[in-house]
């Protein structure tokens, strides 16, 4: 093995650690009281079944974010980081952290380049069609909490 293999090979690793550590352990999890945005996220072809909760302050900055439900190890990592990463931002950034994300993980290329940072735990599941749904599947919640969409978001 190069040195090139050999460092790919450890991020793997590494990533595939944080999204166990995420699975095992997720970060906010929980209602939010006092949540001004919430959507549920479906995903039916894995039963995976989370809710989002949002606060956003008159900025509409994220003050805080939670998520509660079940679904699999990839979905519930997924919201974990995304619970973690957006808290802080304001509703546009976490919205361009959607797009970027989403595209990322769906192979798309056209919204802006963004320095993922830790998600990029995530693009592990792209060989995996049927699993990308399950690690997009937060992402297009609080993409429906934060448009303040009626409708639960589903990855059908
Ligand atoms: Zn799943």
């Avoid at 735990?121 to 069609?129: E, K, S, T």
Wanted: proline share 3%.
């Amino acid at each position: 093995m190069n040195d090139d293999a050999q460092t790919h090979s450890d991020l793997r690793e590494l990533y595939r650690e944080l999204i166990l550590d995420h699975a095992r352990s997720p970060r906010h999890f929980g209602k939010l009281e006092g949540a001004t945005h919430s959507a549920d996220g479906i995903n039916p072809l894995c039963g995976d079944k989370l809710k989002l909760y949002f606060r956003l302050d008159d900025d509409m900055r994220i003050t805080d974010a939670c998520f509660e439900g079940s679904g699999c190890a990839i979905s519930v990592a997924s919201a974990s980081l995304l619970t973690d990463t957006v808290t802080g931002m304001t509703r546009a950034e976490a919205t361009d952290f959607f797009h970027a994300v989403t595209d990322s993980l769906s192979g798309r290329t056209e919204s802006a380049p963004i320095d993922l940072g830790k998600l990029r735990a995530l693009q592990g599941v792209r060989q995996y069609p049927s699993r990308v749904k399950c690690a997009t599947l937060s992402w297009h919640a609080m993409n429906a909490a934060l448009n303040q969409d009626k409708n639960p978001a589903t990855t059908e």
